[in-house]
């Protein structure tokens, strides 16, 4: 199974700053996958993000708000900018086992904004 | 676009009880269903994985069925404890993997 650390683990941010969320897998995976979880509400796709490509948004999800790079086939970061109170959520990280199919989560990032 | 639902949205029973725990989806063209465990502070963990040509998988005391042509699943959980105490997601995927998440059912086993 893939193991995966997310960092920060949380985060208390003022309005109009970013912050940058680091995910590093234990393993060279293909794709990896940023999720948000609005309180209260489950899991939304932000993106799948590719080595070596640019990043593939889901609709309402835009590159200027939520960059994402992808250095390696084990890193990945995603970048809230511009925060308003609206980003507080939980924004988890997660990668899928193509053999198996199965899709592991980080712990995850919990980001409030003020 | 695919919309996951699940039934009930909180559960509270007494130890030793099974859970039974409801999941739908509109489009049945899925390539797996998986179900998942959260709880609070911490990321999801998968429990069971089915893929689109199987009924069921059971693992322990955790037993998930898929009927894909009706859109629905259900998670039984047998002999409840309070450990079992959670936030169960199911969630369904394409050949692209992305997940369609449900919003959740809330399980509270009282000991």
């Known amino acids: 199974s893939a193991v995966i650390s997310q960092k920060p683990s949380r985060d208390i941010c003022q309005r109009g700053t970013s912050l940058t969320i680091q995910c590093q897998v234990d393993?060279?995976?293909?794709?990896m996958f940023w999720y948000r979880q609005q309180p209260g509400q489950s899991l939304t796709l932000i993106a799948t993000a590719n080595q070596g490509s640019e990043a593939t948004y889901e609709s309402g999800f835009v590159i200027d708000k939520f960059p994402i790079s992808r250095p390696n086939l084990t890193f990945s970061t995603l970048t809230v900018s511009n925060m308003s109170p609206e980003d507080s959520s939980i924004y988890l990280c997660?990668?899928?086992?193509?053999?198996?199919?199965?899709?592991?989560f980080g712990a995850g990032t919990r980001l409030s904004v003020l | 676009k695919q919309e996951v639902t699940q039934i009930p949205a909180a559960l509270s029973v007494p130890e030793g009880e099974n859970l039974v725990l409801n999941c739908s989806f509109t489009?049945?063209?899925?390539?797996?269903l998986q179900w998942f465990r959260q709880d609070p502070g911490k990321g999801l963990t998968s429990l069971l994985l089915?893929?689109?040509?199987?009924r069921e998988q059971t693992s322990g005391r955790l037993n998930a069925s898929l009927d894909k042509s009706s859109g629905r699943s259900t998670l039984y959980i047998a002999a409840s404890q309070p450990g079992d105490s959670a936030t169960y997601l199911c969630a369904v995927s394409h050949n692209d993997y992305k997940l369609s998440f449900g919003a959740g059912t809330t399980v509270t086993v009282r000991a």
């Open positions: 489009d049945s063209a899925i390539y797996n």
């Open positions: 393993s060279q995976v293909t794709m």
């Open positions: 089915i893929q689109s040509s199987q």
């Open positions: 997660s990668v899928n086992e193509r053999a198996k199919g199965i899709q592991y």
